[in-house]
């Protein structure tokens, strides 16, 4: 009876010479079957095979009751578990169960705390080999899978694998309390939160709770004062770097929001959707004390402050309050002598975007506000409305027979040219109404008394 084939260096038995071969090659580093399009090597034929499936896309193994296709039927027997609920592989030391073995294995090690794997470049450890192999790639560079759409290489199987939904739409992740769907498991598990309300990670300074660590992360900057993200064209930091990408627009030029309906683009996805309502009529946000409308629910909370008198922005340098975080920001340039927004022809700074815009005029020889008596073009409203009740003034002063009916164009000229934008009142309409009571009354006393 043949008792095996034992190997000399381990004492492991092996069945016939074909597998001790093959099990010495663990021993020699022997891998004599090598990819010919990423170079990997391998020590069976078996593996090359599987590893080919990769570059070719096949999946020859697919599960009957989701229609998830395997490069392996391993893989495929483990996912089954997914299904029947399956978890074989029990810890024997606090009973946590699991659906594969190098998941308990990997386990263990938080008991045991071993990390038996370590990187000979940085010293870094691993509980797992696979681990430290993939960690390996970021010394070497490698990234042997390739996306077959689209050329683009990854470090990692699963990296791919998610990569490839964004071709495919796949969207496997469902919640099933709302319907949402997602391309990670991870993703899913953070927005059940949403719905059960929980919030695991809690800031050791404030107590304020987050649902996912890198919130919590961007929120402790606050308490650290740390602003990672500096620009480099006028050193402006920022805490996270969505708002540091954002902010580079403001250089650049870029506005990649735009309006189906009129084309005009915008820096901002929330400009954009507040732009949309001009078109649609849509100000769904009422004031419940004077009935005033708006198109954004924030605008009516600042709104409501005017009736509460509610002042919660105070800067900590002169006292002054604010109603609006955005006005706070946009004060505190006085003391820091901050001017973030730059014209890109010339250079010149500005603490305020609107400042910014209408410089830009100056370059482009923009005069948008026109007086309709005499023709003359302003870059500004308040250049118009000042132009208005200096040339209704002249008119009194000029013409001694002033009627009363003439005697109104100052008021209903500057009442019209107020109309017609109201958020540009630059100029104290009480003053200009002063300006225009004195010069009808000196017109008019400088009427003679009698004709004789």
Do not use: W
């Not at 010495?24 to 020590?43: A, I, N, S, V």
């Not at 709302?178 to 899913?188: A, D, E, S």
């Not at 954009?272 to 009935?291: E, N």
């Amino acid at each position: 009876m043949d008792e095996g084939h034992t190997c000399d260096q381990c004492g492991k038995t092996l069945t016939d010479m074909k597998g001790l071969k093959r099990h010495l090659r663990t021993h020699t580093g022997d891998r004599p079957y090598d990819c010919d399009q990423c170079g990997k090597t391998f020590t069976r034929m078996n593996d090359l095979k599987t590893h080919l499936r990769i570059h070719t896309g096949e999946r020859p193994y697919e599960c009957d009751q989701c229609g998830k296709t395997f490069t392996r039927m391993g893989n495929l027997k483990t996912h089954l578990r997914t299904h029947s609920g399956e978890k074989p592989f029990e810890c024997d030391q606090c009973g946590k169960t699991f659906t594969h073995m190098h998941v308990l294995k990997t386990h263990r090690h938080v008991h045991s705390g071993e990390k038996p794997y370590e990187c000979d470049h940085c010293g870094k450890t691993f509980t797992q080999m696979n681990g430290l192999k993939t960690h390996l790639r970021t010394h070497t560079g490698e990234r042997p899978f390739d996306c077959y759409q689209c050329g683009k290489t990854f470090t990692r199987m699963n990296i791919l694998q998610r990569h490839i939904r964004i071709h495919s739409g796949e969207r496997p992740y469902e919640c099933d309390q709302c319907g949402k769907t997602f391309t990670q498991i991870v993703n899913l598990n953070t927005h059940l939160r949403i719905h059960t309300g929980e919030r695991p990670y809690d800031c050791s300074q404030c107590g304020k709770t987050f649902t996912r660590m890198n919130s919590l992360e961007k929120h402790q900057r606050i308490h650290s004062g740390e602003r990672p993200y500096e620009c480099d064209q006028c050193g402006k930091t920022f805490t996270q770097i969505e708002n540091f990408q954002t902010h580079l627009r403001i250089h650049s030029g870029e506005r990649p929001y735009n309006c189906d309906q009129c084309g005009k683009t915008f820096t901002y996805m929330r400009s954009l959707k507040t732009h949309l309502s001009v078109h649609s009529g849509a100000r769904p946000y009422g004031c419940y004390q004077c009935g005033k409308t708006f198109i954004q629910i924030d605008n009516l909370k600042m709104h409501l402050r005017i009736h509460s008198g509610e002042r919660p922005y105070y800067c900590d340098q002169c006292g002054k309050t604010f109603t609006n975080m955005r006005s706070l920001k946009t004060h505190l340039r006085i003391h820091s002598g901050e001017k973030p927004y730059g014209c890109y022809q010339c250079g010149k700074t500005f603490t305020h975007i609107r400042s910014l815009k209408m410089h830009l005029r100056i370059h482009s020889g923009e005069r948008p506000y026109d007086c309709d008596q005499c023709g003359n073009t302003f870059t500004e409203m308040s250049g118009l409305k000042t132009h208005v009740c200096i040339r209704t003034e002249e008119t009194h002063q000029n013409n001694l027979s002033v009627t009363d009916g003439k005697k109104d164009t100052c008021h209903s000229l500057l009442s019209h040219v107020i109309s017609t934008d109201v958020n540009h009142q630059c100029l104290d309409h009480k003053v200009l109404q002063n300006q225009m009571t004195r010069t009808n009354a000196e017109s008019e006393a400088a009427l003679p008394t009698s004709f004789d």
